[in-house]
């Protein structure tokens, strides 16, 4: 255990980071928020002998919530091997009592949560994310043209209308949904002159949807996870999305076989990783992974170790990352930049010490990962 002191405006965790210590305020204040892009949610204020991090006691691996000290304060951080050692040494009454105390914090918590962002003010809200593509998903299936091979296509005009009359979803946010298909190339814009100004400008005419079952996939996979309180599986983390990427672009020209299964040569992935990505695989990378929801069965075979794993759901949960990250600019902006040039993954370069899990830099003395919670062994 350590005493931290956090000054004002520091941010002690993020929502969706590992849990790695519980940390008990000695004197301050925090706010526990939900930062989105520079806009931050307000849920509720800490003070002096609460506590922030104790999800952990129900099994919770990340924070629900971002905390952010609003005056200076001090901490003491308890290492969550230490807490649970504690907990598990507690008289069983008492154990029950602490869990019980702990599962009704987390029902208000999720109440207070729910009713702010109701009425956030984003673009495209956390509740709002599943009903506003769900709504272009079902125009565009109930009401698309479907004689082009490989696209369904619809009525620019009638998509805004059904999506309004009929799911109740306005044309503005319609409109930024399909932009954000468009950008990722899973929709196309048919342009051209409007039939009552045919000497004006161009104007969108219809929209070409290129694969709506990625699209069906997306917002089923949200509201999935969204309504189960599961909001660490709808953030991004961009080592995961970088090593996803890595799995799918070794199989590009790979043959599935009967059950939709490829294998990727654990060898070939793992220098790959090392090459283009800077890092050095080890089993804290695939736990990341699954910890992500992203599985895949190791076998033995004549060449070694082989990655197995359904080629159609890694794309889908690739593309889903895809997407969620341009809601958070979308978010972040006000608006869906379509002419934002495509963020490469860059190879991560370490002058200092790094962490051996995901090779990001880290602060002299430092204990955890700040970027993925890996325990640092200090050298002998």
């Keep these: 255990m350590s005493v931290k002191t956090f000054k004002k405006g520091e941010v002690i965790y993020k929502d969706g980071d590992k849990i790695t210590s519980v940390y008990l305020i000695q004197t301050g204040a925090a706010n526990q928020c939900l930062i989105r892009g520079k806009k931050t949610i307000d849920l509720f204020q800490l003070g002096s002998s609460h506590i922030l991090g104790d999800q952990v006691i129900l099994g919770q691996s990340t924070h629900p919530t971002s905390a952010v000290a609003t005056t200076e304060t001090k901490v003491l951080e308890i290492p969550v091997e230490t807490l649970k050692q504690q907990y598990e040494g507690a008289p069983q009454m008492l154990k029950v009592i602490i869990k019980s105390l702990a599962d009704r914090l987390r029902l208000a918590v999720n109440d207070v949560r729910s009713s702010k962002l109701e009425k956030d003010s984003s673009p495209c809200p956390e509740d709002q994310v599943a009903k506003a593509f769900g709504a272009v998903f079902h125009t565009a299936n109930h009401k698309g043209d479907r004689s082009t091979p490989g696209r369904v296509v619809v009525d620019w005009n009638m998509m805004k209308q059904y999506s309004q009359r ?66 660490d599986l709808l953030k991004v983390d961009e080592l995961c999305q970088q090593m996803l990427d890595a799995l799918l672009k070794l199989c590009e020209n790979e043959q599935p076989d009967r059950f939709g299964i ?119």
């Design 166 to 231: 009929v799911m109740g979803e306005g044309p503005k946010r319609v409109e930024q949904v399909i932009n954000v298909l468009v950008k990722l190339k899973l929709a196309l814009y048919e342009m051209g002159k409007a039939p009552d100004n045919p000497d004006g400008p161009e104007e969108i005419q219809k929209v070409h949807f290129l694969d709506l079952g990625l699209l069906e996939s997306f917002f089923e996979f949200y509201q999935y996870y969204y309504f189960k309180n599961r909001s």
């Design 262 to 380: 490829v294998g990727v040569e654990f060898a070939k992935f793992s220098e790959h990783c090392k090459n283009e990505l800077g890092i050095n695989l080890n089993n804290d990378h695939f736990a990341r992974l699954e910890g992500k929801g992203v599985f895949m069965k190791r076998k033995t075979g004549s060449t070694g170790v082989i990655l197995q794993f359904e080629l159609k759901e890694f794309r889908s949960i690739f593309q889903s990352w895809k997407m969620l990250r341009e809601i958070e600019k979308w978010n972040e902006k006000g608006f869906v930049d379509m002419d934002e040039k495509e963020d490469k993954p860059k190879k991560k370069t370490v002058g200092g010490p790094a962490c051996p899990a995901c090779a990001v830099e880290l602060q002299a003395g430092a204990k955890f990962c700040h970027e993925c919670g890996h325990k640092i062994v200090a050298a002998a």
